[in-house]
């Protein structure tokens, strides 16, 4: 009786492990689409607060103070934890990282600068609804993402709603200033999709590298523009305002791109707006628009049909090494050289060569093509 009941609880266990195991992809995918989420929420809400600040400093000067929050909070963030969870960026992931930051950091901005001085507010607010667009089809075309009816359709909805929350009633015509709107979205897409390349090291230290060059980007312009640095208080706020809206924004999103893809994240990112316009109303006292109610509709259908997506095929993956925060499942069933405690954790370690069929993301394991 001892060794059957031995034998119960060892057969027990094991099923109970399995399950674990199959639900892994499950989890990670759901706490990216959170991830996703919360990044759009904290993004939209500091919208409202940026506006209050602008009445005391030019916009770019916001703006660099504003990353520069984002930069030096999560920096801090980074150096208090290094080492303890998360997987430091590697070598061959500073390639990817500069031209991110170079694309978003450094040619975004500089391109909406020269679209705003020279474009209405309404067009300009359509045009950056682009982003989404961008970042869908470069991770579509270029990194191969899978892209089905229902991301397309839930994209399409959730940008339709960006559009009737920004349209005032008129029109706009395509000229140069447009078109640099348009370029600095393009930028900002291959931006998200280059970081989805290193999204498996630390957030933070991803995020503060970005913060503190787009940053120093945005005060630096700011100053050839004639901008003096605002007094202390301004300055204190729009520090804070940076590190949450900005900061632990770019942070949920770089964690999001690793586990649901890039086109996943910037689609469910797309709420951003809503958030914003969502708080300004409780901030400033305002009545709920039949815009506002419209445009809410019109994403949450996209976003139900961003969740109802089920996808899931036959798939191999090849034989590879990389580092990252990890629980055991059935994607890392390795072994370790030094003893480890608890999960997650986090170490270089190899994934052989495995053949199975489950309900999946384009995570950073599953860079596969589709027929």
Same mark, same amino acid.
């Given at each position: ?72 909070? @999560? ?90 929350? =920004? ?81 632990? =924004? ?19 990112? =797309? ?61 890392? @069933? ?38």
């Amino acid at each position: 009786m001892r060794k059957r009941g031995g034998e119960f609880r060892k057969a027990r266990w094991l099923r109970v492990e399995y399950a674990r195991m199959r639900n892994g992809a499950d989890n990670k995918a759901f706490s990216g689409v959170w991830a996703a989420l919360g990044a759009a929420a904290l993004f939209g809400l500091s919208t409202p607060f940026s506006k209050i600040l602008l009445g005391g400093m030019p916009p770019f000067m916001l703006a660099g103070l504003l990353y520069l929050g984002a930069g030096i909070g @999560l920096g801090a963030l980074h150096l208090s934890h290094r080492g303890k969870r998360e997987a430091k960026l590697p070598l061959s992931g500073i390639p990817w990282l500069a031209g991110a930051v170079l694309a978003g950091g450094i040619a975004g901005p500089v391109l909406l600068l020269y679209g705003l001085l020279h474009t209405q507010a309404s067009s300009a607010s359509l045009l950056l609804n682009l982003e989404c667009v961008f970042t869908v089809l470069l991770a579509w075309l270029i990194f191969r993402e899978n892209l089905d009816w229902r991301i397309a359709a839930g994209m399409g909805l959730i940008v339709a709603g960006g559009v009737a929350l =920004s349209w005032e009633g008129g029109g706009f015509t395509v000229q140069l200033p447009a078109l640099a709107i348009a370029g600095a979205c393009f930028a900002w897409g291959i931006d998200n999709n280059l970081t989805q390349r290193v999204s498996a090291s630390d957030p933070a230290q991803i995020a503060a590298i970005k913060g503190i060059v787009a940053g120093a980007v945005n005060v630096t312009l700011a100053f050839t523009l004639g901008a003096h640095m605002p007094a202390a208080a301004a300055l204190g706020w729009a520090m804070l305002v940076g590190f949450l809206g900005y900061g632990l =924004s770019l942070a949920l999103f770089v964690y999001a791109l690793r586990n649901i893809g890039a086109a996943r994240t910037g689609a469910f990112f =797309s709420l951003a707006p809503f958030a914003g316009a969502t708080a300004s109303l409780l901030i400033f006292v305002e009545t709920p628009s039949a815009r506002l109610l419209a445009a809410g509709a019109l994403m949450g259908l996209g976003v139900w049909m961003l969740l109802a997506e089920k996808h899931s095929h036959a798939h191999t993956h090849l034989e590879f090494e990389h580092a990252h925060r990890h629980s055991h499942d059935e994607h890392h @069933l390795h072994g370790h050289d030094k003893p480890v405690y608890g999960e997650p954790h986090t170490h270089l370690h190899k994934h052989a060569a495995l053949e199975h069929s489950h309900a999946h993301y384009p995570d950073i394991h599953h860079r596969h093509g589709h027929k």
